[in-house]
């Protein structure tokens, strides 16, 4: 990886960016960042302003929001079209990124990944009264592991960085998968040890709002990431645990899916940045919605210069069952007439507020806990409890309980589930087809419609040179 003197010398900048303000984490009047300063863990105030850095990076950043992972991953595989002329999103799209394309990603991973370790050592080592050191601890080992995760997601064998010691990190190798899959869970366990069962803000106090992570929400990531490494039985017991507590978690009309205010179904989001305006590449991550005022495209006008930088696919378009209220309420149609023809589009509309950033990034929400149980449920042979929890789904969609009942027409129809619920949601997709071993088959059908090019290597991303240069431990992805 990219040099960790370099990465420490960029989180000045970094901190100064976060420092500009953030709704419910850069609130609080301290120096956001000052980690490797012993004073930042001096009491709750200061622990928690450093960890509030960490979730401003991840709302207003490459990662989570922007042109991050939810485009990226919904450009590489079949949810969108490209109508933006960068060229990195072209590369992205057409499945030839090149080595050094996606630095970005890695680069910022990282980075953060390091003040959470510098804040994790800081909090644990700190001789003053802490009221509140388990939350700060338990929200650090959650945000270590969801890194790691989206690192292994994109990139697969990463290196698993547990301290902030520099010197021994530039010579970490690429750890296998499933170990950066144990070190996950790990931190996760650790997590829903300390975090509370309600979530609390910078003051520790009980609140309303779920910017930051609860128990529920380390126990929701588990249950993903039990399905990730097939471990069936664990994840529907994890996934249980959070379906259960019905007082925290319910689904949310699909109106409201999206919302802050008395939205149940959220289980962990990153709040915006509270100095950042609505520009492309904010709410549904790669479109403007506001600079839509009506969806004929006028004449003259590509779409790209109308503000839209994707569509949805026409497979995945096509996808969707006749009825199905998603569409209608998470898509929105624009069209355009060129000598007497019509081209018709649609594009992502589940955040629908497009004048002010009062929407957080939805990381994970019950409707994924219930398809995970389902899938999970699926694979250990209880195909009835299965069908329950993909028809409370389905239901809620506005659709027909399902007619599946075995494991395989099951975990087709689970599949076909995900794909309609979490389009263009933080790479579920690729996730989903790679982990279940259909990307291939996909994605070679799917880049004929792009042209471009398909090889099994592609799965998972190439690093940078200079990562490479740094580190003479740190082996290229295979086929790059």
């Not at 200061?46 to 490459?62: E, V």
């Not at 072209?90 to 030839?96: A, D, G, L």
């Not at 997590?191 to 309600?198: I, R, T, V």
């Not at 689970?414 to 309609?420: A, K, L, M, N």
Request: aromatic share 10%.
């Amino acid at each position: 990886m990219r040099s960790y003197k370099s990465i420490i010398i960029a989180l000045g900048f970094v901190a100064g960016i976060t420092g500009s303000g953030c709704k419910n984490y850069l609130d609080i009047p301290l120096p956001v960042d000052r980690i490797s300063n012993q004073s930042a863990f001096t009491n709750d105030k200061s622990c928690a302003a450093t960890l509030n850095g960490i979730f401003g990076t991840l709302s207003g950043g490459s990662l989570f929001d922007g042109q991050g992972i939810g485009y990226k991953g919904g450009l590489y595989t079949d949810e969108l079209t490209n109508y933006s002329i960068s060229e990195l999103n072209t590369s992205i799209y057409s499945s030839v990124v090149a080595p050094g394309q996606v630095s970005d990603l890695w680069t910022t991973f990282y980075a953060q990944i390091y003040r959470v370790n510098a804040a994790l050592e800081g909090i644990a080592a700190s001789k003053s009264v802490l009221n509140h050191r388990a939350q700060w601890m338990g929200e650090a080992y959650f945000l270590r592991a969801l890194l790691h995760l989206y690192l292994a997601g994109i990139y697969g064998d990463v290196p698993v960085v547990v301290t902030s010691d520099y010197a021994k990190n530039n010579v970490l190798p690429r750890s296998p998968l499933a170990d950066v899959y144990k070190q996950v869970i790990d931190d996760l366990l650790q997590a829903e040890k300390l975090l509370p069962e309600s979530y609390a803000d910078v003051n520790g106090n009980t609140t309303p709002d779920r910017g930051r992570p609860n128990r529920g929400a380390a126990t929701a990531l588990l249950a993903r990431v039990y399905l990730y490494t097939r471990q069936y039985q664990l994840a529907a017991d994890k996934a249980s645990d959070v379906i259960s507590q019905n007082t925290l978690y319910s689904l949310a009309p699909l109106a409201n899916t999206f919302t802050v205010a008395g939205n149940k179904e959220t289980i962990a989001a990153l709040a915006p940045l509270a100095t950042n305006t609505l520009s492309p590449y904010v709410k549904d991550r790669y479109i403007y919605l506001s600079a839509i005022t009506s969806p004929e495209i006028p004449a003259g006008n590509t779409i790209s210069s109308y503000g839209v930088n994707g569509v949805l696919s026409q497979s995945l378009v096509k996808s969707f069952e006749t009825g199905d209220q998603r569409f209608t309420q998470w898509t929105y149609g624009i069209y355009q007439v060129k000598n007497g023809d019509t081209s018709r589009y649609y594009i992502p509309n589940k955040y629908k507020s497009k004048t002010t950033n009062d929407e957080y990034v939805v990381l994970i929400r019950l409707a994924e806990v219930y398809l995970v149980r389902a899938e999970a449920l699926a694979q250990l042979g209880n195909t009835g409890a299965a069908a329950r929890d993909l028809d409370a789904i389905r239901l809620r969609a506005g659709l027909k309980e399902t007619t599946a009942n075995t494991k395989e027409t099951l975990m087709t129809a689970i599949v076909q589930e995900r794909r309609t619920e979490f389009f263009t949601e933080e790479a579920h997709r690729l996730m989903d087809l790679r982990r279940l071993g259909l990307l291939d088959e996909v994605m070679t059908k799917e880049v004929k419609v792009k042209n471009g090019t398909w090889q099994s290597f592609q799965q998972y991303w190439p690093i940078s040179p200079t990562e490479i240069q740094a580190n003479p431990n740190l082996k290229q992805t295979l086929g790059y």
